[in-house]
């Protein structure tokens, strides 16, 4: 993480899966349960 410069996973999520997410580039495999252990992004 230090190379991206994250201080922690929120900045990730916030930098990296929330665009993307946002003009459906990704998706989510579970979207009603985005905390679960078997959670992908396709």
């Not at 922690?8 to 679960?36: C, K, M, W, Y």
């Amino acid at each position: 993480m230090a190379v991206a410069r994250l201080k922690d996973r929120g900045d990730f999520s916030e930098n990296f899966l929330q665009s993307p997410l946002a003009v459906g580039l990704i998706e989510q495999t579970l979207p009603d349960s985005p905390n679960s252990p078997t959670e992908n992004i396709n």
